[in-house]
């Protein structure tokens, strides 16, 4: 088993202290050991390509006692756990981890591995994780270990920790924070044998069926995407406007009109046989009187069954007289109103399973019964048949537990029996009439055997009722012979046929039935996944986002658009909220009319749950500037670029990374950069860096700004050939070629749509009809002109982001009279952050206005203006031309107020739509009285 779970402390990883739980727990040193937080990372994360569980520990006076000094813990260790020794850790064969812990390990990586082999013990093929020490705090460990099902692996954990726990010396023992994992976890130890039992139930509980399980590993064999949609057996596959759905063997391909057609047992039987297909004579009854008249007319013996049943519930066989008619009459009836009452074909019972018209497999099922040994009883002998592992509950398992109901009494019954009763050895004893495996009954595979009669006649019955998936029951003397010659014929044509029968028979070759599912689903050749546009970086991401769906839209796609402002389908906005997390990619990949999705990706999302795709086709890092530094971990601006990677690391390898070669950062990337390498840059023809000169030189593809007037122009180089894509004053969103910022996102959108086959004149048409108005990129450079002044709108909330911006503003004074100025920053940022936004406003504005963010995140209120007012007085800023105004509508509206005829108004809002409102419907005479001044 290939563990690959190493433990020393990672090089990037280690400095990450990445997490999202609410609540905490502090450990002091040489107290016990307790849970800080806990994350779900349900796609590629910063710490692993696969979905993972973290659980930050703090070991507290268990980073003193390493394994191999707490007297007798490995030997309890391995003996409770012995898979444990299989584990091959880093060392990757088995032994490893034993090795690991005969030497000494800490109590962190043990957990991960007891918590990776409690899953295994509940049905799980979970086998890799890894645990990493915490920079900057002593103790304190990240342990990551991978899951199939989510509630199963936190509870994994959570009584690994537990367990462990109860094997410590008392002095050592007391595990802290547990209702972070779950709220309702009682306290104390937990036996092994406990845990292992709840892992299982709940595995159970949460577990797909065979038929389900067995479609979605035939789904992941191709690649295809797969979804789970609710909490039983609705699948979706693939994605977006590709998507495909199952529930069981029930798919999106499957006739309504099909099912209802099956489900009734009288209308299947009358269109087989109007098309000449060998099948029963019946009549439906509603009375038992009419059952019994018909039995009679129709001849001994006969079946009686519900006219819509399903799973052989109140199927009655081998009715020889009118009292047993009644019986199976009220049987049926328990199922519903109308009975069918038929004739019994001779024979065996055999499903043949069609799929997208031609049989894949084929089944002789055998009802539920014993074989004697002359020492049980028949009941005994039942409970002894239960024990097969294979058996379980309804359909859990290949097979099912035989249950002894009035069924099996009237059986036994009929053959002189009773469940006291002792066959003699060997005999066989029959329980129920009919063969269905959700009633206990056997399979054996007779695929190879069977005549070709009975496969056409199989294949046309699927046809005739329009089902793509179909059970066909067959009742044949010989399956290797023609019914025409034999006897017999079609009982039954089912929809959502099981097919543990054929997955796993009792006897003979398993069969792959559910490929040619997944493959009449999607043939050969014809994809499953939608592009995917993944964009990260500090400054411009939800611009350059929107210009890559304008492009892609100009191409004739309906376009997903996932950005801060919201989920866009095309233009329409479909959830407004900060749509930059994976909570909000999924919503575009589930959603059916998404031909192409666009997705800004923040460094939030990737830190709290990962991505919410598991591979990219393009994705683009721009630039790594300070922002967000010292939260959640992220210290450095290495730091910051370690989390931003995860986006290009997880491109397909026949895809494209594109990388800002202007930022030493982000070029870097490129060596854990997956598919093909693109550069974009500002620096063109003779200013071109070595980096890109080289690229290019190399064949590589690369989009630069070659110097000119207007802001120059866009160039693509690619396979050592040069072409002149369009002058950046062409793109309206560059502001005539003023916006520097602007001209670098259309460079990078213009990279990843080229990269990704987009015609050159589209990339132009989607850039030219791209404008920085509210309605296309609101909160991204918004010019209003509708007062005697000029407006401008933008969510500048870093010094980086304001630095470009001033640039531009710089450019534009000349034509303006005051620059007047509403700046801010969110209070979770460091002070040196906060003291820089202020110098660089000091340096761009005549005029300014501070003002805080409707949230302080953590700082007191008049705390971040303060900052920002120390940054700007000690860059020269004169303090009568500074106010200080708490509240975001009374600092904007007296920005508006102060405006004269020419002056250039720059407003930087935390409410973008709110101040949008605000500046379009600003009159002298309708401004906000009153002042909110500190």
Same mark, same amino acid.
């Given at each position: ?144 270990? /991978? ?32 209702? +972070? ?53 609705? +699948? ?50 509603? /009375? ?74 084929? /089944? ?37 537990? +035989? ?110 039935? /559910? ?227 602007? +001209? ?191």
């Amino acid at each position: 088993m290939p563990y690959d779970v190493p433990s020393a402390a990672g090089e990037a990883e280690a400095a990450l202290d990445s997490d999202v739980a609410e609540t905490s727990v502090q450990a002091g040193r040489g107290s016990p050991m307790a849970i800080r937080e806990t994350s779900v990372y349900r796609g590629p994360n910063f710490f692993s390509r696969l979905p993972m569980i973290r659980i930050q520990v703090d070991l507290g006076a268990l980073e003193a006692y390493p394994s191999d000094t707490l007297p007798g813990f490995v030997e309890r260790l391995l003996n409770d756990l012995p898979g444990l020794a299989l584990h091959g850790c880093s060392n990757r064969h088995a032994g490893g981890f034993a090795r690991r812990l005969h030497d000494g390990t800490w109590l962190g990586h043990v957990a991960e591995h007891v918590a990776l082999e409690l899953q295994v013990l509940a049905g799980h093929a979970t086998t890799r994780g890894k645990t990493r020490s915490v920079r900057g705090k002593p103790g304190v460990y990240n342990i990551l270990y /991978a899951y199939e099902q989510e509630e199963v692996g936190l509870m994994a954990g959570q009584y690994a920790l537990r367990w462990l726990d109860s094997l410590l010396p008392p002095d050592l023992s007391g595990l802290h924070g547990l209702r +972070i994992l779950d709220r309702n976890a009682a306290p104390g130890p937990i036996s092994l044998e406990t845990a292992v039992a709840e892992l299982r139930s709940l595995a159970r509980k949460h577990a797909l069926g065979p038929t389900t399980q067995a479609l979605v590993d035939a789904a992941k064999r191709r690649g295809i995407p797969v979804a789970r949609l609710d909490e039983q057996s609705f +699948i979706q596959l693939g994605q977006g406007s590709r998507q495909r759905r199952l529930r069981a063997s029930i798919t999106s391909q499957t006739s309504h009109i099909a099912v209802q057609t099956a489900g009734d047992k009288a209308l299947t039987k009358t269109l087989l046989a109007a098309a000449g297909l060998p099948t029963p004579r019946g009549v439906v009854v509603g /009375a038992a009187d009419e059952a019994v008249a018909a039995a009679a007319k129709l001849g001994w013996p006969v079946v009686t069954k519900p006219l819509d049943g399903n799973h052989g519930r109140g199927v009655s066989t081998a009715l020889g007289s009118d009292a047993e008619v009644r019986w199976g009459f009220a049987q049926a009836a328990e199922h519903g109103r109308r009975v069918v009452v038929e004739q019994m074909l001779p024979g065996r019972d055999h499903r043949f399973l069609v799929v997208d018209g031609k049989v894949v497999a084929i /089944a002789e099922r055998t009802p539920a019964s014993v074989v004697g040994d002359g020492r049980g009883s028949i009941q005994e002998l039942v409970a002894l048949t239960n024990l097969d592992p294979r058996r379980g509950k309804g359909h859990e398992a290949v097979m099912t537990r +035989i249950v002894i109901d009035d069924h099996v009494r009237d059986r036994l019954q009929r053959s002189g029996l009773t469940l006291t009763s002792v066959p003699n050895p060997g005999q066989v004893v029959e329980l129920r009439a009919t063969a269905n495996l959700s009633t206990g009954g056997v399979a054996a595979d007779r695929t190879a055997e069977a005549h070709p009669d009975n496969v056409a006649i199989a294949e046309q019955a699927a046809l005739v009722i329009g089902l793509d998936v179909a059970g066909v029951d067959f009742m044949i003397p010989d399956v290797a012979r023609s019914v025409r010659e034999t006897g017999g014929g079609i009982v039954e044509v089912n929809a959502a046929p099981g097919f543990r029968m054929h997955l796993e028979p009792s006897e003979g070759q398993g069969r792959d039935v /559910a490929e040619p599912v997944i493959a009449s689903l999607y043939p050969r050749g014809s994809a499953a996944r939608i592009p995917i546009f993944a964009v990260t970086g500090t400054n411009g991401k939800s611009t350059t986002t929107r210009m890559v769906a304008s492009i892609l839209r100009a191409q004739g796609l309906n376009v997903g658009c996932a950005s801060t402002t919201g989920v866009y389908l095309n233009d329409q906005l479909v959830y407004a909220a900060d749509a930059s997390g994976p909570k909000s990619a999924r919503m575009l990949l589930r959603n059916p009319k998404v031909d192409a999705a666009v997705l800004e990706v923040a460094r939030g999302g990737i830190l709290r749950e990962g991505l919410g795709f598991d591979i990219c086709d393009v994705g683009a890092v721009l630039n790594i500037t300070a922002d967000h530094l010292g939260l959640k971990g992220v210290v450095t601006l290495e730091d910051l670029a370690a989390v931003k990677s995860v986006v290009v690391e997880n491109v397909r390898r026949r895809g494209h990374s594109v990388l800002n070669a202007d930022d030493p950062l982000t070029l870097r990337m490129r060596r854990r950069s997956g598919g093909a390498l693109v550069l974009f840059s500002m620096h063109g023809g003779g200013d071109m860096s070595e980096a890109v000169r080289t690229h290019i030189d190399a064949g590589g593809m690369a989009v630069v700004r070659e110097p000119g007037r207007r802001g120059g122009r866009l160039v693509v180089h690619r396979h050592g050939q040069r072409s002149d894509l369009m002058a950046a004053d062409e793109v309206p969103a560059t502001v005539g070629g003023t916006a520097g910022f602007n +001209i670098q996102n259309a460079l990078a959108a213009a990279a990843m749509t080229l990269a990704h086959g987009v015609a050159p004149s589209i990339v132009v048409e989607g850039l030219s009809t791209f404008t920085s108005s509210f309605e296309q990129n609101p909160g991204r450079l918004n010019l209003y002109d509708g007062h005697p002044f000029r407006v401008i709108l933008d969510y500048a909330h870093n010094p980086a982001s304001l630095a470009a911006l001033s640039e531009m503003i710089k450019a534009m004074a000349p034509a303006h009279g005051r620059l007047i100025g509403m700046v801010s920053i969110p209070g979770d940022r460091r002070n040196e952050d906060i003291l820089e936004m202020g110098r660089i406003a000091a340096g761009t504005f005549d005029e300014l206005v501070f003002r805080e963010a409707p949230d302080g995140r953590g700082r007191a209120t008049g705390e971040v203006i303060s900052l920002l007012t120390d940054g700007a007085i000690a860059a020269g800023a004169s303090a009568e031309h500074v106010q200080r105004i708490i509240d975001e509508k009374v600092a904007a509206d007296t920005c508006l107020k102060m405006a004269r005829p020419g002056d250039l108004v720059v407003l930087l809002p935390t409410d973008i739509g709110g101040v949008w409102n605000q500046v379009v419907g600003f009159t002298p005479e309708g401004a906000i009285c009153g002042s909110s001044d500190v």
